[in-house]
């Protein structure tokens, strides 16, 4: 799991005696990796809970898996900050950083929203996914060395676009976990699951607005970092954006998302087909997002 | 001097019994004097609903003596012979306190966890304190029962969840509306349930009620209950766009609605969610309606299961809840105490069953 780059380098402490003469060397091993694996067991450990939340029927107000989110998130942030530090300034150069910057945007999302004891239940929807998304950033090969580009490294517009992006996809993520939420409550109340009333859950008209609101601030977010796209530096002068497979996907994604939001505003699209939507939608952005940064010229990490 | 009950209740007594030992509320002052004017009781209240009619107190006769002559009071009061036997029970001490206990928290009411006890048991004691009819043994006991059923209602499951047709029914609808405020009702058939139901629905945030039914003069006279608006008969397709929950009670023969009619209706209606409540029998709403989109119906059999599941799951809290009465009476009059000792000595025998 932990095979890869370790961009962080391990602390080193020095120890000198009075005389100065002898020195005493310790090293700290615990990277920037180790605390996201860390982070991603405690996603794991939730996403487990959650299953027995879930055959439990949701019946009680839920503060273990906020906790255990929360534990994972303050690690995953450690993680963030080291490797942030490491090379001093937004760590989202690779694959691997990509992903943990969607998994931590949709985690801190959810914990926001989670204050609110109706909407704790989320993270019992969103742990899989979160889990899901960590155990594949740690795969070998997504991690590599930095080869230390001074013209991207250097150009701030190339972070706040890459960070945009990723924030929207982390907001179409937790999108996709409350359209999840909205299904299995409208499922159950539409075949009179007990679960329906007895379950700590939103109403279906509450989780709709949510997954409009965050559909809508992914759309926001998206297109902000499109929009950067004319001015951040190009790697081949001969490549233009027009032929770049990640461009293309990148403004299939935004027409997707944004057709949907247009269907259910204006053509009184019906909430189940919406949060399939958001569901759907994202499922595609998980599933194409590797295979499109391999195919892209100025996204091949 | 311990805590003395002697009364009736829905489980030893049916209600032509109980009805004819009620006290009026008019009658408690008086009562509660002429009891303490013959010495019977330092200290009493006089709890009497529909359910229940209990007299608390606090005698410095001896325990089998006072539960005796309480009982005769009562059924001197009310010019009543001593009934066959088991209607009338007594408890004292430890497990009179207790059953205050149980009674304050609902545990020994009708509908297992009902909260309608706790607000009339606070009115008798209120009546009882402001005519300076209770002391020191019945004030900290009462005080206490509140404090248990507070700490009950918190703790445990035994008042949560809807145990009525009308409750479950609000239920569902906030399970799919975050506000009732904004979602209109609409009420066909102005019967008894789906009156209660509109009742419920108004209780829990619901503003605007259309109500219809075939006489049209019953429908007004409703709406004007409800603070609503008669719709005539053959007009509620005409609102039913504007109306986001439906309670139906006719007692039409047949379905006054089905796919066919409710599709065009939904497409009026933008597809936004709609819940159904059937509670006619025969139903009047065709169970295929239920395939359609945003549609969420429920008929009477739906509603009474939930409600049972519910009651179930108070039933099963039962055990908790004594357990903590146990403890915090214990707490309150600890065995050993002369209190105590007094209250475990057998009582007389007021009836076959003390239930």
Known sequence: MIAGHCQTTPTEFFLADAAGQTNVTTVSWWTDRHFFLLAVIAYGVSAVYSLFLWRKGFREHDRINYAVLLAGLLLQTKAMFMRGLSLKECPVHNLYEAMTFVDWTIVAVYLVLGLLPRLRYLGAFASPIVAAIGVFALMPGLDPAHTGQPLLAANALVSLHAALTLLSYGAFGLSSVAGVMYLTQEHDLKFHKLRAVFAVMPPIDRLEKITNRLLWAGLVLLTAGLALIPFLPKIQPDLHAGTDPKIIWSALVWGLYGALLILHGRFAQSGRKFAWGAVAGFAFVVLTFWGVNLLSPSHRF | ?355
Not at chain 2, 140 to 149: D, H, T
Not at chain 2, 215 to 239: K, Y
Request: charged content about 25%; overall charge neutral; hydrophobic content about 45%.
């Open chain 2, 1 to 355: 001097m311990p805590l003395l009950v002697i009364g009736l209740s829905h489980h030893s007594s049916p209600v032509t019994v109980r009805e004819r030992f009620a006290f009026a509320e008019a009658a408690v002052p008086g009562a509660l004097q002429e009891l303490r004017a013959s010495g019977l009781a330092q200290e009493a209240v006089i709890l009497s609903t529909c359910n229940r009619v209990e007299i608390y107190a606090v005698s410095d006769l001896p325990e089998n003596q006072a539960a005796a002559r309480l009982q005769q009071f009562l059924l001197d009061y009310h010019k009543l012979p001593a009934p066959p036997g088991g209607e009338i029970y007594a408890r004292g001490g430890r497990e009179g306190l207790k059953h205050l206990f149980k009674v304050a928290c609902g545990l020994d009411s009708m509908v297992v966890g009902e909260t309608e006890i706790l607000g009339q048991l606070k009115k008798a004691y209120d009546t009882a304190l402001r005519l300076k009819h209770t002391g020191g043994i019945l004030n900290k006991a009462f005080q206490k029962a509140f404090n248990v059923a507070k700490h009950i209602r918190t703790e445990t499951n035994i008042q949560r969840g809807s145990v009525s047709v009308g409750s479950v029914a609000v239920e569902l609808a906030e399970r799919i509306f975050s506000s009732l405020s904004e979602h209109p009702v609409m009420v066909i058939g102005a019967g008894e349930t789906s009156e209660k139901t509109a009742r419920a629905l108004l209780s829990r945030g619901a503003r605007s009620i259309f109500v219809s039914n075939r006489s049209h003069d019953r429908a007004e006279a409703l709406a004007q209950e409800l603070g609503g608006r008669a719709v005539l008969f053959d007009d509620w397709a005409a609102e039913f766009p504007r109306i986001d929950i439906l309670v139906s009670s006719t007692s039409a023969p047949h379905c006054i609605l089905d796919r066919a009619k409710l599709e065009p209706l939904m497409k009026a209606r933008k597809q936004r969610p709609l819940l159904l409540i059937d509670i006619a029998v025969p139903r009047d709403i065709d169970p295929s309606v239920n395939f359609l989109d945003n549609v969420y119906l429920y008929n009477i059999d739906d509603l009474q299961a939930i409600a049972d599941d519910y009651l179930q799951q108070r039933r099963d809290e039962i055990a908790r809840c004594e357990a903590i009465i146990a403890e915090k009476a214990g707490a309150l009059m600890p065995a050993g105490s002369s209190v105590a000792a007094a209250a475990d000595a057998p009582l007389p025998d007021l009836g076959k069953a003390s239930a």
